[in-house]
């Protein structure tokens, strides 16, 4: 058997790519320096591949922000405010990406989104009438040719035309149906270009095609590749689907004209079912996704050998792959030099993952697979008991009832008393939570994990820190104040390393979006809470000033939903021991004198099954009564709010609702404040802030801008439930942004209050 895979981290084993990228935005380096960056990882993780015996090598998988944007500069769908203003191609693309705010104008960058149920967020398209759809752009053409002078024909890798017209955005009449013509005669052309170039094989990333899909849906998918298929010569071309199965499509998917068919037998509940139901064309080949490419556990062969052998029953055409894109993992264990060999063992990052391919591929080549040393190896690692059980949380989450997940009294009569206790102005100010990560702050973390500082002189700084922050906050006019979170690293990681259960790394970076990286910690065992988290700065912070100070603490699904969870028990078992821990917390801060705790919940969307039909079951039914159990025991008069960004919300906004928070804060600024309607049209009862200007772009809003948000608002939500608040956290900001954009938030809260007097 041969062995492939859908794509390779990008950023670099240490994150290369992000600082040189990060270099450039500010000035420091050229474009050809930043390239040069780019090149080195390129071809390092080309050697890479080609040492570990990968068979089909991807190309194209590489990208300075994101695949989809660059999908879309490829195809031409870039909107003319971005291409009028006369920069660079590169300088143009990372303004759609980040926005953009200088001498030759003033523009936001387009809608940033989760990527299906992952935490990367990719950009999403935008596609007006006038949009004329051709190939545009030479970026895989040239990462082919580059591959191929180091002696490799690689594998292309393209967002398939059905998901990309899928994801994008159509700012006028038309719809993904009217542009069937010229995208598929755009990628028709492609391949042919690939054919002239020599490629072997090309991959079509089609993960739309695990979602649910309407009639019309099926009939956009086959309409489009029976007019690409047509061209595509000697070229093989692969339809690779990952993230869940194809069972709305099989039949149309395997009656195309592709050579190989790319399934999922991670996440693809039924792809297994559906092979053995249906067969496979013999005259196609199966590309197997059997290496999890979302999690870092090390694959189980026996599992893996036994999928694969049922397989073989239906086809001998068959490529070993992984179930998704590596993009989703860290780059290498060998830079793991801290974790100890007791937990790194059960660990696979992205080459590890390389090695697995090799392994399974050599075992299945062998006579006996169960007696080939990697098979015996592995059979004895997944044999051995881990240590992390804690019998008294089994048992408080077994004996949880429905009482326990309600809170009383009910909303409306909690909304009058706490309407009550604050008695804030209409249209009440805030922030989400952290204030900017200075590089200072960075490197007294720093110091102070190497031991460099001591715990007295670290606290002493942080509690500096806070106390500028509240003045700041006090000074520019905010009604409820945060502490700023200067000792957290991370919204996740900092309370991992609160929690007994949770274990940590020193380099699993993994790519959120952009250059935002982040390291995931990793569920090893029970949760629970050995002391107060956050308690002791929210109470300082709360000392320094007479506005109410919010307690800010992430929560239980979304502590889950961005760690490395176990995977020998439930998601739901962890999620409620997680919520255990929480609500400890909860419950201190409340004690302790903290009136409004915020328990954010920005990742709420991101475990959501892509099929509707398993939501609840599979999710809903345990991640919303997991967030009430957070914050059920609490007085009547506290408040208690949550957040959540970058996801699509409308599909589900009654079970936020039913979340049972007093007040939410969403992202919505990218999304063209989008979300308003769905509100309005649910008659949402909790208290909401819509986020009135983008905190991950550069830019600094005008008041005007922010009144014009507001006054959208104020035609969909009732005056009093209306909060006014920037549409994430602040820590990836720098304070020359931060403080005026804050400064012209409070100011157009201020007339916008006096207009409505």
Not at 138 to 150: G, Q, V, W
Request: include cysteine.
């Amino acid at each position: 058997m041969k062995t492939t895979i859908i794509g390779y981290p990008r950023i670099g084993a240490l994150r290369e790519l992000k600082f040189a990228s990060e270099k450039y935005f500010r000035g420091e380096i050229t474009a050809n320096e930043l390239e040069s960056t780019a090149k080195e990882i390129r071809s390092f993780n080309l050697s890479l591949q080609k040492n570990n015996g990968i068979d089909l090598i991807p190309s194209n998988d590489f990208s300075f922000y994101d695949g989809v944007l660059d999908t879309a500069f490829l195809l031409n769908a870039v909107p003319e405010r971005y291409t009028s203003l006369g920069l660079s191609t590169l300088d143009t693309y990372f303004a759609a990406a980040r926005g953009y705010q200088g001498e030759k104008g003033d523009v936001k960058a387009l809608a940033m989104k989760k990527w299906y149920n992952t935490n990367y967020h990719y950009m999403v398209p935008e596609i007006d009438d006038n949009a004329e759809i051709k190939l545009a752009g030479t970026k895989p053409f040239d990462l082919f040719k580059e591959a191929l002078e180091s002696g490799v024909n690689t594998k292309p890798v393209i967002i398939g035309a059905y998901t990309f017209l899928k994801l994008a955005r159509y700012k006028g009449s038309k719809k993904a149906a009217d542009f069937v013509q010229a995208t598929a005669a755009a990628y028709s052309e492609l391949l042919q270009k690939f054919n002239v170039l020599g490629a072997d094989w090309i991959q079509f990333d089609e993960p739309s095609l695990v979602k649910d899909m309407s009639a019309d849906d099926i009939k956009l998918f086959v309409s489009l590749y029976e007019k690409i298929l047509t061209n595509k010569g000697v070229l093989k071309v692969l339809a690779q689907t990952y993230f869940g199965d194809v069972r709305d499509c099989y039949k149309e998917l395997t009656g195309l004209a592709f050579d190989g068919i790319g399934l999922d037998f991670i996440e693809g509940k039924k792809s297994l079912e559906l092979v053995k139901a249906n067969g496979f064309p013999k005259d196609k080949t199966l590309f197997a996704g059997i290496v999890n490419g979302k999690n870092i556990w090390r694959n189980n062969y026996a599992v893996t050998l036994s999928v694969v052998n049922e397989l073989k029953k239906h086809t001998d055409n068959i490529i070993l792959s992984t179930s998704c894109s590596l993009l989703h993992v860290p780059c290498t264990l060998s830079n793991e030099t801290k974790l100890a060999d007791s937990y790194k063992k059960h660990f696979a990052y992205a080459e590890e993952k390389l090695g697995e391919l090799s392994d399974i591929k050599k075992i299945l080549d062998t006579a006996a697979p169960e007696d080939t040393e990697e098979y015996r190896r592995n059979a004895a690692l997944h044999s051995e008991q881990r240590s992390g059980r804690n019998d008294a949380v089994r048992e408080k989450v077994a004996n949880l009832t429905d009482k326990d997940l309600t809170r009383l009294p009910a909303f409306a009569e909690r909304e009058k008393i706490q309407k009550e206790r604050f008695s804030l102005p209409l249209f009440p100010t805030t922030t989400i939570g952290s204030f900017p990560q200075t590089a200072e702050v960075k490197s007294k973390r720093n110091a102070h994990r190497k031991g460099e500082i001591s715990d007295s002189e670290y606290e002493f700084f942080i509690e500096k820190k806070i106390a500028e922050c509240v003045a700041l906050q006090e000074e520019i006019g905010l009604d409820v104040l945060v502490h700023g979170e200067f000792e957290r690293n991370d919204m996740v990681e900092y309370f991992g390393e609160c929690l007994d259960g949770y274990i940590f790394t020193e380099k699993a970076w993994v790519q959120s979006y952009g250059t935002r990286c982040v390291k995931p910690p990793v569920v090893w065992g029970d949760i629970s809470r050995a002391k107060p988290m956050t308690v002791r700065w929210s109470v300082y912070a709360q000392s320094l000033t007479d506005k109410p100070m919010k307690g800010m603490l992430t929560g239980p699904v979304t502590i889950l939903n961005w760690s490395f969870p176990r995977e020998d028990i439930s998601l739901k078992e962890s999620a409620f021991q997680i919520a255990l821990a929480i609500r400890e917390e909860v419950l201190d801060l409340e004690a302790n004198g903290i009136s409004i705790i915020q328990v954010d919940e920005a990742a709420l969307r991101e475990k959501l099954p892509l099929r509707k039909s398993d939501w609840r079951e599979d999710y809903l039914d345990w991640a919303i009564p997991a967030f009430r159990y957070v914050h059920s025991g609490v007085k009547p008069e506290t408040q208690i709010h949550t957040h959540m960004c970058y996801s699509e919300f409308a599909d589900i906004i009654k079970d936020i609702d039913d979340m049972d928070a007093d007040v939410i804060t969403f992202e919505a600024s990218r999304s063209d404040l989008t979300i308003l309607d769905v509100l309005k049209e649910n008659n949402f009862r909790t208290e909401v802030g819509p986020g009135v200007y983008d905190i991950h772009s550069p830019r600094v809003p005008s008041k005007e801008e922010i009144k014009e948000a507001v006054s959208k608002m104020r035609a969909r939500i009732p005056a009093e439930k209306l909060w006014i608040n920037p549409d994430c956290g602040l820590k990836t900001r720098g304070n020359e942004e931060t403080v005026p954009s804050l400064k012209n938030l409070v100011d157009a809260a201020k007339e916008v209050r006096n207009e409505n007097c």
